[in-house]
């Protein structure tokens, strides 16, 4: 069995990674609609996070927001540094409740370890796995691997939504909000 960690030498061929950004309003607003949008049946979620002041608010407000729309109590709240000797222990705490999604507020690198590790260990499922605007980014499937991110979904911080396919990131643009009708003639 080979480890699941990311040699240090891959990790330094994608240079210094971003740090997450607090979130935007319209980021936890997409990130909502992607989970309660028509058809979607999702009730249970598990929220994860990695340690830093942004990611650990990011989830906070999505706590907070996810029961002011009515939606039954998180499960779980899971958090995990952003370097470790292995993540085992916070991927059995991210999997063990099996909700019906799970939401990640964090910071590139260590996501990308510790999806490595969800999917080596435990029956997590990318493909039900939403994230905020940190992780839409492209080195996060490029380190973690091709299918390890696959079909995993979050939002832009300007209120777009991005979707991982066979370890390309695709973004959507926010919807365009069609200006009010405006009267014609004379009055």
């Known amino acids: 069995m080979t480890s699941p960690l990311i040699p240090r030498a891959e990790v330094a061929a994608y240079g210094r990674l971003p740090s997450p950004a607090p979130h935007s309003d319209a980021e936890l607003a997409t990130l909502l609609g992607l989970l309660t949008a028509p058809g979607v049946r999702i009730t249970t979620v598990v929220v994860g996070h990695s ?12 706590v907070e927001a996810w029961r002011e729309i009515g939606r039954q109590p998180v ?8 370097s470790a000797a292995s993540w085992l222990r916070a991927a059995d705490r991210f999997t063990a409740e099996e ?3 799970w939401v990640v507020a964090a910071a ?14 435990t ?3 990318p493909a039900r796995t939403y994230g905020f605007a940190a992780l839409g980014d492209s080195r996060v499937p490029a380190l973690a691997g091709a299918a390890t991110l696959q079909g995993m979904r ?7 939504s991005w979707a991982i396919d066979r370890g390309w990131v695709t973004q959507q643009p926010p919807a365009r909000r069609r200006p ?3 009267p014609h003639g004379t009055l």
């Open 75 to 82: 499960l779980a709240m899971v958090d995990w540094p952003e």
């Open 51 to 62: 340690r830093d002041t942004a990611s650990r608010s990011s989830a906070e407000a999505f």
């Open 99 to 101: 909700p019906d999604a």
């Open 154 to 160: 979050g939002a832009t911080a300007e209120g777009g």
């Open 180 to 182: 009010p009708l405006q």
């Open 108 to 121: 590139p690198l260590g996501w990308a370890q510790m999806s490595r590790r969800l999917r080596h260990s």
């Open 123 to 125: 029956d997590w499922d």
